[in-house]
Nanobody
Framework: QVRLVESGGGLVQAGGSLRLSCVASGITFNRYNIGWARQAPGQERELIATITRGGIIWYEDSVKDRFTISRDDAKNTVHLQMNNLKPEDTAIYYC???????????WGQGTQVTVSS
């Protein structure tokens, strides 16, 4: 059974930091591209950061220079370090995994991030 479990969300003031973690099980982690997406109330889920199995990284413009994605294949874990948080970063943050060329993908259950002004 494949599981992606997020943790590290919470309530933080604007300008603060949080570090999200995603731990995967049931997959050969080092073969997977892993990403973080978020969904704010009333909005669609959007991908904000990805890291491929080879370590290539992409960020959505609104988080570039503030968020850092990293992976530890030995621990089946991906982190998202979020600095200088803004109220508009408030959302449920989801971990996502997929393998290039295969149709199936996996999502975690999400972790809530709330940034107060």
């Amino acid at each position: 059974q494949v599981r992606l479990v997020e943790s590290g969300g919470g309530l933080v003031q604007a300008g603060g930091s949080l570090r999200l973690s995603c731990v995967a099980s049931g997959i050969t982690f080092n073969r997977y591209n892993i990403g973080w997406a978020r969904q704010a109330p009333g909005q669609e889920r959007e991908l904000i950061a990805t890291i491929t199995r080879g370590g290539i990284i992409w960020y959505e413009d609104s988080v570039k220079d503030r968020f850092t994605i990293s992976r530890d294949d030995a621990k089946n874990t991906v982190h998202l370090q979020m600095n200088n948080l803004k109220p508009e970063d408030t959302a449920i943050y989801y971990c996502h995994g997929d393998m290039t060329g295969l149709p199936h993908d996996y999502w975690g259950q999400g972790t809530q991030v709330t940034v107060s002004s």
